[in-house]
């Protein structure tokens, strides 16, 4: 009996770890992925919400949320804009440091040719896609004051990953 | 017999050769935007062409009104260049390219206009700075610091000049400063004073009230209600938490004065609150945010103020700036009054003396849910949207008929509150202006009898309208649209006469002027970002050739 119960916990300890890890997986429902294509698409909302004045992709901000993309796969994202005062748009650039922010800031800087929306009116949606490169990335807005008032999200693109996935980073989230 | 033909002839030929200049944003300093020609007319309009068009090469919102004096054009741009034109041609005379400094700013790059007098003309910066430059040869005379940009402070408006001073308001309640309206020396720049619209604690004001609280108005105009907490806001007051509030309360004044010449007296609107959806965070009335304010314009004193909206938390600005006409007072008698057209969508008619609502007009927008609560979530569905109704858009008049004129928007958006703390120099709405998913946009141009409030017609657009209107007294009426259409209305029954494709968002109030005894209407045609219209950057002017 003292092994059944040992095996049974054992098992159950083991079960646990399983579900734990998977519940550990965030998988939102603006995300999905196919790993045979090595496709990964994102449906991202400006102004989703209030968060940050409205200046948010799907309530994040600021870099609260990090985009993890193995490397070499396609992104596609698209951006429908939420906010009814005020155009948006996205563009994958480079990490900027607080000094270097730029206030305003166009598609052709991009850092992976063509990896950028321009600005949306009102309810309108676009989409890009590029494939992955290793390196770290910001998805930012570059209309005038946007990104520097915190309209930006990280996606980091990294090798040795078999499958995307999120993370998010709970001390920054209002 | 002969004689007096000939001096009749000599009399009419002078009469109408005489130029007619248009030297201040709104045409004069009354800005009722109305000219009174009538040899472009309901007749001819359909011949008006285009006599020459001018490229800026500057590509931003284009919401410039142009100024013409002494035959010379002057336009200013997005990002505050500004080019002085021969009118009759469109050549460049000369070019001046402000060099900015920190810019924070709402709702696009764009600057209003100039103003002129004497030998100077004078622009109002994105980075808050007035600069005035020789009319001739466009050379830098002076330039002043008007308030510290870092902070959000901006300005988009024109200046205007009466006398011997300037006078400007200030831009940046969505990032939390403390509004004014400032007066400064036209010779030197020197500020010679500042009113604010937000008082400070104890200050009394002309209602023998302290301070920005008010009254704790319960309605607005004394008809709608306002669903305010007034226990709530009193308790929040007496706990001192929101003491300092007032230093960034907002209460922009980001249009151009109007100046009754006769009296000396300027009338300014006066925009939204900060922040502008989180009421939670500035308990009381918020004097004299959402209203339009009478002051000395000598002194700066203020004579009287009418709130529109006590303790906004829609982002309802008084924007569009007052226009001084004439109007029947509620015995039928004509009287001198003070017009505006809100975001509400109501036109309002004011006693000029005492600021007295005569009337308010109907809605000429739809109305929902008004003064609904905004909300977390979703958010709470209201109409009119936060950019109106009117919004900046300047108004015009035909003093014959008492009837104003209006470009108005239809907007259905979601008002969700979020209370966050002000941060320096960084937006500040405490919430957002969310799409209503499905639900289409629109605007109008409106025509209201300001002896009833009534709507007399509307012409209906496919797109939200923000630019202006211009009048006449060849009973036209022109505006323009984001899809690039600048267009003539019958003024009397808004049937539609003429059209132009100008190949970029019509967001600019027009304008004319009568050079050799013909009159020109010119519009620049650049678009706008507040509704995303497409950009450009060219003005044109338009003429009837018999």
């Known amino acids: 009996m003292p092994h059944f119960k040992l095996t049974t916990l054992i098992c159950g300890l083991f079960l646990t770890h399983i579900s734990l890890a998977k519940a550990n997986e965030l998988i939102p429902d603006w995300m999905s992925y196919d790993i045979e294509k090595k496709q990964v698409s994102y449906q991202l909302i400006a102004a989703k919400n209030a968060n940050n004045n409205g200046y948010n992709y799907n309530g994040y901000y600021q870099g609260n949320i990090t985009l993890i993309v193995p490397s070499e796969w396609l992104v596609n994202i698209s951006l429908n804009n939420g906010d009814a005062n005020a155009v948006h748009d996205i563009i994958l650039t480079e990490p900027f440091a607080d000094d270097d922010m730029p206030d305003e800031l166009t598609g052709e800087f991009a850092a992976l040719k063509r990896a950028y929306i321009s600005p949306l009116y009102a309810n309108e949606t676009d989409s890009l896609k590029f494939i992955a490169k290793q390196g770290a990335y910001w998805l930012f807005c570059g209309v005038k004051v946007h990104g520097i008032n915190g309209m930006w999200i990280k996606l980091t693109v990294q090798d040795n990953i078999h499958k995307p996935s999120i993370k998010i980073n709970s001390a920054l989230i209002n | 017999m002969k004689k007096y033909l000939l001096f009749s002839l000599i009399y009419c030929h002078i ?298 938390i829609w982002d309802l600005d008084a924007a569009s700036p007052p226009i001084l006409t004439e109007a029947h007072n509620e015995q039928g008698q004509s009287i001198p009054v003070a017009v505006h057209a809100g975001k509400t969508g109501w036109v309002y008619v004011h006693d000029r003396q005492t600021g007295k609502l005569i009337r308010r007009s109907e809605p000429m927008v739809e109305h929902k849910n008004l003064f609904a609560i905004p909300t977390k979530g979703q958010g709470a569905e209201m109409l009119p949207g936060a950019n109106g109704g009117v919004n900046w858009s300047p108004g015009a008049v035909d003093p014959r008929s008492h009837t104003v004129y209006y470009a108005n928007l239809h907007q259905p958006m979601y008002y969700e509150v979020r209370s966050v703390p002000w941060r320096k120099g960084r937006l500040w709405l405490g919430g957002a202006f969310k799409v209503v998913p499905g639900k289409e946009q629109s605007g109008n141009v409106s025509a209201v009898s300001l002896d009833t409030g009534k709507i007399l017609w509307q012409y209906k657009t496919e797109q939200p309208m923000i630019g202006g209107t211009l009048s006449t007294a060849g009973d036209l009426l022109f505006s323009g649209e984001s899809n690039g259409y600048f267009f003539a209305l019958n003024s009397k029954t808004g049937e539609k006469l003429w059209q132009f494709q100008a190949g970029a968002g019509v967001n600019a109030a027009p304008m004319g002027f009568r050079l050799n005894g013909q009159l020109h209407i010119a519009v620049a045609a650049g678009g706008n970002a507040q509704i995303n219209a497409p950009r450009g950057g060219t003005v044109m002017v338009f003429v009837v050739e018999e």
């Open chain 2, 15 to 312: 009469a109408v050769a005489e130029p007619l200049e248009w030297t201040s944003y709104g045409g004069q300093l009354a800005q009722n935007r109305y000219i009174d020609d009538a040899s472009i007319n309901t007749t001819n309009v359909k011949k008006l062409k285009l006599k020459w068009m001018f490229q800026t090469g500057i590509v931003g919102s284009f919401e410039n009104t142009p100024i013409v004096k002494d035959g010379v054009m002057y336009v200013t741009t997005a990002y505050n260049h500004i080019y002085a034109l021969d009118a009759l041609t469109g050549k460049r005379l000369w070019r001046y390219k402000h060099k900015l400094g920190t810019t924070i700013y709402c709702c696009g790059p764009n600057s209003k206009g100039a103003a002129i007098s004497g030998n100077l003309v004078v622009i109002a910066t994105l980075d808050a700075m007035l600069v005035a430059l020789d009319k001739t040869t466009g050379k830098l005379v002076w330039e002043i610091s008007i308030a510290n940009s870092e902070e959000g402070y901006s300005e988009t408006g024109a200046p205007i000049i009466f006398q011997d001073k300037v006078f400007i308001g200030i831009a940046g309640a969505e990032y939390g400063i403390r509004g004014f309206i400032s007066a400064y020396d036209l010779k030197t720049g020197e500020l010679v004073w500042r009113w604010y619209t937000i008082p400070e604690p104890g200050e009394v004001q002309v209602d023998g009230t302290k301070g920005w609280f008010g009254s704790f108005a319960e309605k607005a105009d004394g008809i709608n209600d306002l669903h305010r907490n007034i226990a709530a806001e009193k308790a929040a007051i007496a706990s001192g938490e929101f003491d300092d509030a007032w230093q960034h309360g907002g209460g922009s004044s980001w249009m151009p004065v109007t100046i009754d010449k006769q009296t000396g007296i300027l009338y300014a609107t006066i925009g939204n609150p900060a922040p502008d959806l989180d009421g939670s965070q500035r308990p009381g009335d918020n004097r004299w945010s959402a209203s339009m304010v009478a002051l000395n314009a000598q002194t700066g004193t203020m004579l009287w103020g009418y709130q529109y909206i006590p303790h906004d």
